[in-house]
């Protein structure tokens, strides 16, 4: 069935260079792009964005981390979209996600970890209304 997922290639990938291989990667696995904008993340938008994680311990250094920059907020769709992004990107863990995924590949970090993707459909209709509302 195909579907919509709302991606989001970190600041760290846009510091690092990697927009182009991670936008790659999605399109090369026949996943494609409906809206594509560089964006930067206020504070506003992280709390609505991360509503579940804001009373975690974690939150704080990740809400400085996602606002340190412009990220890339894509929607992306496809046949099981939600499912086949979340394979591609792997846990959120760089240093226990597998080579072959997105954060195995390219990071180290469980917070600075290159891709947020939506984890359900619930989610990536909630989180496509807050980045496109238009769309
Ligand atoms: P993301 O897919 O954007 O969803 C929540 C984010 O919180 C996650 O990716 C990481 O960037 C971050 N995160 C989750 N767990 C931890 C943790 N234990 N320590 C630091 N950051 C975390």
Known sequence: ??????????????????????LGRLERKGLALDAVELRTMDAALADAHYAEHVD??????LKDFMTSGPLVAAVVSGDDAIAVVRL????????????????????????ENLIHASDSAASAEREIALWFPKI
């Open 1 to 22: 069935m195909s579907e919509r997922t709302l991606v989001l290639i970190k600041p760290d990938a846009v510091r690092r260079g990697l927009v182009g291989e991670i």
């Open 88 to 111: 591609l990107t792997g846990p959120t863990d760089g240093r226990k996600a597998p080579g072959g995924t997105i954060r195995g590949d390219f990071g180290l970090s469980n917070r």
């Open 56 to 61: 975690k311990p974690f939150y704080p250094p």
